[in-house]
């Protein structure tokens, strides 16, 4: 028996653009009383081939007329490949929408028993790939699939999945790399070390999402002035907090209480609905919810949880995220009623109120963050394995 274990050595979460590494390990693992092998009879185990490949999958539900042209089956895929038979997409559901090249581990691997022998798999992630999604109609997933097989037995696929994160706005490097190859070089100088694709995504993120750029909303209905709402900044990364204040002290129209909601917004891409009039799927995550009766200032603390995908657009779908604001006003006139106790003084509040809720969207950009911040808030297996 040929024990294949397969461990990403960087984590579950990548950002386009990056290196993924991989670390195979076949062994032959020692047994009380080894038994005769099939082709040799000192205990050795072989292993024809092995291979692996990087591919992401698209799989749509009812509600998504898939485009054939841009993408290929995965069943289709595995009979265009004639170079070899190594079929990576075979069983997958959906459709295949980035691979990259099959590179060969090893070929005729001989293993005595307790042998261990270990590759690493090494590939970058294209930076046009779009990101790890799992949406209403949509779906993009990644996997690292390992094909193997033994002499005269049927081909076994070991499927490391893992995450991928994309960064809008991400410049071209091989501008930036040309521009400094062709510059004179000075020999008494130090070369400083160029920038990695993963060192130019953090910087693009620490740029757009440290901006603090306060904007200020008047809220308002048919009758007047409800509240004055200040957002600190519009770009956020995975794990912050959206913070923002709330100003009653000037408003004209009483407001009862208010609710704040994070919101996701998936929109199918006009060529590929199946009906004409299909809206958009919207999904509620995170929620700020307070009674602002007789208040004069509040605040806005929402969390932006770690497992949810950054904005992104594809020929498919795009996702867009937004602040949902409920506010419940009422007509009635507040009269300060007060206890008969002077000591307490306490104001007693109205029985029943005639109510008006009003809503408002207000959009707001999300990016990703380090992958290893990802990493520890999914807790996401790294490890998989299989017995040949």
């Known amino acids: 028996m040929i024990e294949a274990v397969a461990s990403l050595l960087t984590g579950p979460v990548y950002l386009a653009g990056e290196n993924v590494e991989c ?33 992401c ?13 841009n993408t290929l089956a995965a069943e289709e895929l595995s009979i265009t490949n004639k170079d ?20 060969i581990l090893l070929c005729d691997l001989r293993l005595a028993p307790g042998e261990v022998k270990t590759y690493i798999y090494r590939e970058t992630l294209p930076s046009e790939a779009p990101p790890s999604y799992r949406g209403q109609a949509v779906k993009y997933s990644y996997k690292i699939t390992i094909g193997m097989q033994r002499v005269n037995s049927p081909i076994k696929l070991l499927r490391v999945p893992f995450r991928v994160l994309v960064v809008n706005g991400l410049p071209d490097l091989s501008v930036c790399g040309d521009s ?5 070089s000075n020999p008494f100088l130090e070369t400083e070390e160029k920038e990695t694709p993963l060192d130019v995504s953090l910087q693009v993120l620490q740029n757009i999402t440290a901006r603090r750029t306060p904007n200020f909303y008047n809220i308002t209905n048919q009758r007047g002035k409800v509240v004055r709402f200040c957002l600190f900044k519009n770009s956020y990364k995975l794990g912050e907090d959206i913070t923002g204040t709330f100003d009653f002290s000037s408003t004209t129209v009483p407001c009862v209480q208010f609710s704040v909601t994070l919101q996701s917004e998936e929109e199918i891409a006009a060529d ?29 603390i929402l969390p932006i949880p770690l497992h949810i995908t950054p904005a992104f657009t594809t020929p498919l779908v795009s996702l867009k995220w937004r602040l949902h604001f409920e506010f419940v006003t009422t007509t009635t006139p507040l009269s300060q009623q007060v206890s008969s106790d002077i000591k307490s003084n306490m ?4 029985g029943a109120l005639d109510i008006e809720t009003m809503v408002w969207n207000l959009p707001v950009n999300i990016y990703p963050t380090t992958p290893s911040q990802v990493a520890q808030g999914l807790q996401a297996q790294t490890k998989y394995s299989i017995a040949l």
């Open 272 to 300: 590929s609905r199946r009906w004409a009039k299909q809206s958009s799927a919207v999904i509620s995550y995170s929620k700020h919810h307070e009674v602002c009766l007789s208040l004069k200032y509040s605040q806005l």
């Open 23 to 55: 670390s195979i390990t076949f062994s032959n693992p020692l047994v009380a009383r080894h038994t005769t092998s099939q082709s040799y009879s000192d205990g050795l185990e072989s292993l024809a081939w092995a291979s692996a490949q990087i591919h």
């Open 347 to 350: 104001w007693q509040g109205p």
């Open 180 to 184: 400094e190859d062709l510059a004179p």
């Open 84 to 103: 070899t038979s190594f079929a990576p997409c075979r069983g997958e559901n959906g459709h295949v929408v980035m691979s990259t090249k099959p590179k």
């Open 57 to 69: 999958q698209c799989s749509t539900n009812a509600k998504v007329a898939h485009p054939k042209s």
